[in-house]
C-alpha cells in the first residue's frame, strides 16, 4: 500500500478525547500525456488516531481511505485538465480537492507539505490523460 503511515504521535491511553497522529509524506510524479512533460506533487497526508466522529481510526482504515480519497480527487482534477495546463497548477488543484474529501471522510485529517521529520516518503506515478485517452 503506497500510504505507509508512521505514527508520530502516539494515543495517550488515559485519554478520551481526539488523539494521536500518522503521517507519510508523499511524491507522486505526474506526467503530462500530450507532452510527455512531467514534475512531482510532493505532499504530507497525517489522519488522527483517534477523533471524535470516527473515534479509532484504525491503520488499515487509514489506508484505504487516504489512498482511495486521493484517486478521487486525481480523477476530478485530471479529468478536467486542459491540454498543456502547467503540471503545478494541477498539483495544486489536486492538493486542495484531497484535503477537502479527506476532511469530509475523517475528520482532522491533513494534506501539508511534508514537513514532519522521521516519516517515510513514498514515491508513485500518476499518468495525466492525454487526449489520446479520451
Request: some cysteine; charged content about 25%.
Given at each position: 500500500?503506497?500510504?505507509?503511515?508512521?505514527?508520530v504521535?502516539?494515543?495517550?491511553?488515559s485519554?478520551?478525547?481526539?488523539d494521536?497522529w500518522r503521517?507519510?509524506?508523499?511524491?507522486?510524479?505526474i506526467?503530462?500525456?500530450?507532452?510527455?512533460?512531467?514534475?512531482?506533487?510532493k505532499f504530507?497526508v497525517?489522519?488522527?488516531?483517534?477523533n471524535?466522529?470516527q473515534r479509532?481510526?484504525?491503520?488499515?482504515?487509514?489506508?484505504?481511505?487516504a489512498?482511495?480519497?486521493a484517486?478521487?480527487?486525481?480523477?476530478?482534477?485530471l479529468?478536467?485538465?486542459?491540454?498543456?495546463?502547467?503540471?503545478?497548477?494541477?498539483?495544486?488543484?489536486?492538493?486542495?480537492?484531497?484535503?477537502?474529501?479527506?476532511?469530509?471522510?475523517?475528520?482532522?485529517?491533513?494534506?501539508s507539505?511534508?514537513q514532519?521529520?522521521?516519516?517515510?516518503?513514498?514515491?508513485?506515478?500518476?499518468p495525466?490523460?492525454?487526449?489520446?485517452?479520451?
Open positions: 500500500m503506497h500510504f505507509r503511515f508512521k505514527t504521535v502516539p494515543v495517550d491511553a485519554e478520551v478525547q481526539p494521536g503521517a507519510v509524506c508523499i511524491h507522486a510524479r506526467t503530462e500525456g500530450d507532452s510527455g512533460s512531467t514534475d512531482l506533487c504530507e497525517g489522519l488522527p488516531i483517534r471524535t466522529q479509532e481510526v484504525s491503520l488499515e482504515v487509514a489506508q484505504y481511505v489512498a482511495s480519497i484517486n478521487e480527487a486525481a480523477d476530478q482534477v479529468s478536467k485538465a486542459q491540454p498543456g495546463e502547467m503540471i503545478a497548477i494541477l498539483c495544486r488543484r489536486f492538493k486542495v480537492e484531497y484535503q477537502q474529501r479527506l476532511w469530509e471522510s475523517v475528520a482532522g485529517a491533513r494534506v507539505e511534508c514532519t521529520r522521521g516519516i517515510e516518503t513514498v514515491y508513485f506515478d500518476i495525466a490523460r492525454s487526449r489520446a485517452n479520451e
